[in-house]
C-alpha cells in the first residue's frame, strides 16, 4: 500500500517564528489532507490540497502531486499552533492513510 | 450546521467485553469511516459505510464490526476485547466516498482494563 512519511519528526520553535512542515508519499494520490490535532485529540481540517497551492491566514500549503510530497507552512507561529499535524492521502481507495505526524512546541 | 458528534467521550471497560461506539455524521454527509488512532500515533483506518453497506475495511480482524443507519449515523462494535485495543477512535464522515473532504469528530477514548 500507499506509505506516507512526514518531517520533521518534532519541532520547537519561538512564537513569532515561521516553519515549512513537509509529507511524501509513495504513489499517486486523489486526495490529500492536512490536519491539526489539539491536545484533546480533535483533528482539525487545515486543507484539503490534492494538487496545487491555497492559502488560510498564517497559513499555506502546497501539493506537487507529480513529484509526490506536500508542504504545509507556517507563519508567524502562536502558541495556540503547538500540537501535532498529520497529513493524510487517499490513493484511490476507500482509505486514508495517515502519516506519523510532526509535534510541533511553540514556546511563548 | 451541526458536525459530526461522538459519543461516549470517554469508556472503561475490562478484557474480554464488547463495547459500541457512536457517530453522527455531520448534516448532509452520506459516508462514515472509522479510524484506531493508539498513543503517539497516526490514525489507522478500520472501515468504511457508505449509504448503510460497508465500503472497504482495513486490516482489522472480524470482531472489530460496525453499521450505518438510515439517517447514516452509524456504530462501532468492538467484542472480545483486548488491551491493545485502548486507543482513541475517531470517526469521520464525507459527501460521498474518495476523493471527498473527509471530517472528523472529536473521538471516543477507549481504555481496556
Known amino acids: 500500500g500507499i506509505q506516507v512519511e512526514q518531517s520533521p519528526p518534532d519541532l520547537i520553535l519561538q512564537e513569532g517564528a515561521n516553519s515549512t512542515l513537509r509529507c511524501n508519499f509513495s504513489?499517486?494520490?486523489?486526495?490529500l489532507q492536512w490536519f491539526h490535532q489539539n491536545p484533546w485529540g480533535q483533528l482539525i481540517n487545515l486543507f484539503y490540497?490534492?494538487?496545487g497551492t491555497k492559502q488560510n491566514g498564517r497559513l499555506s500549503a502546497t501539493t506537487v502531486a507529480t513529484e509526490r510530497y506536500s508542504l504545509l507552512y507556517i507563519s508567524s507561529s502562536q502558541t495556540t499552533d503547538s500540537g501535532v499535524y498529520f497529513c493524510?492521502?487517499?490513493?484511490?481507495?476507500?482509505?486514508?492513510?495517515f502519516g506519523p505526524g510532526t509535534r510541533l512546541s511553540v514556546l511563548p | 450546521e451541526t458536525g459530526v458528534t461522538q459519543s461516549p467521550t470517554h469508556l472503561i471497560k475490562t478484557r474480554g467485553q464488547q463495547v459500541t461506539l457512536r457517530c453522527s455524521s455531520q448534516?448532509?454527509?452520506?459516508?462514515v469511516s472509522w479510524y484506531q488512532q493508539a498513543l503517539g500515533q497516526g490514525p489507522q483506518f478500520i472501515f468504511q459505510y457508505y449509504r448503510e453497506e460497508e465500503n472497504g475495511r482495513g486490516n482489522f480482524p472480524p470482531r472489530f464490526s460496525g453499521l450505518q443507519f438510515p439517517n447514516y449515523s452509524s456504530e462501532l462494535n468492538v467484542n472480545a476485547l483486548e488491551l491493545d485495543d485502548s486507543a482513541l477512535y475517531l470517526c469521520?464522515?464525507?459527501?460521498?466516498?474518495?476523493?471527498?473532504?473527509?471530517?472528523f469528530g472529536p473521538g471516543t477514548r477507549l481504555t481496556v482494563t
Open positions: 493524510a492521502v487517499d490513493n484511490y481507495g476507500q482509505n486514508f492513510v
Open positions: 490540497i490534492p494538487s
Open positions: 504513489d499517486s494520490v486523489n486526495n
Open positions: 448534516s448532509g454527509h452520506n459516508t
Open positions: 469521520a464522515s464525507s459527501l460521498g466516498v474518495a476523493p471527498y473532504e473527509q471530517y
